[in-house]
């Protein structure tokens, strides 16, 4: 009697483990929910089935040219429509605040920010350097003669801007 009953829950196992391995594979998620089926059954189904849909494991390049192209044209025209790019690489419509990533539209323009404004402080220090390095060319020509000092105080107000 037990051994009908051992039979018939590892059945039911096997059942619900491939249904809930078959949804979150099929949300594109890259994980092994046979156990959560076959222990859970019921539950885990619903909680497979209650997950987002996520397809950042989808291979791109397999699809076909008409859909890439087509991806391609509905990302152009969110940005036109005031769309936002996320850092994972998705297009993201205007009404939507949170990206299927998880990243806000807000964190994502903070990042952006930080990253302009380290760019535009390297800029900076690269042309700060490059004026030194000048009014260094400019000490060393005066030191060997070859301009004045007063060529050197024109260039040398011309680099500091003063």
């Not at 419509?93 to 539209?105: D, E, I, L, M």
């Not at 800029?123 to 030191?143: A, S, Y």
Request: aromatic share 12%; glycine share 8%; with cysteine.
């Amino acid at each position: 009697m037990w051994f009908g009953w051992l039979v018939g829950f590892i059945i039911q196992g096997v059942i619900w483990g491939f249904a809930t391995d078959a949804v979150v594979n099929n949300k594109g998620y890259d994980e092994n929910w046979f156990w959560w089926g076959f222990f859970f059954g019921f539950i885990a189904l619903i909680v497979a089935l209650t997950k987002p849909e996520c397809h950042s494991s989808y291979d791109y390049q397999a699809s076909s040219l008409l859909s890439q192209v087509a991806q391609e044209e509905s990302g152009k025209r969110m940005l036109r429509n005031d769309g936002w790019n996320c850092q994972c690489g998705r297009v993201n419509p205007s009404y939507t605040g949170t990206c299927a990533c998880g990243r806000s539209k807000d964190m994502v323009n903070e990042q952006k920010k930080k990253v302009e404004e380290e760019k535009k402080s390297q800029e900076k220090l690269v042309e700060d350097n490059l004026k030194l390095d000048n009014l260094k060319k400019m000490k060393e020509l005066l030191d060997a003669g070859a301009i004045t000092q007063e060529e050197y105080d024109i260039k040398k107000k011309q680099l500091l801007d003063i």
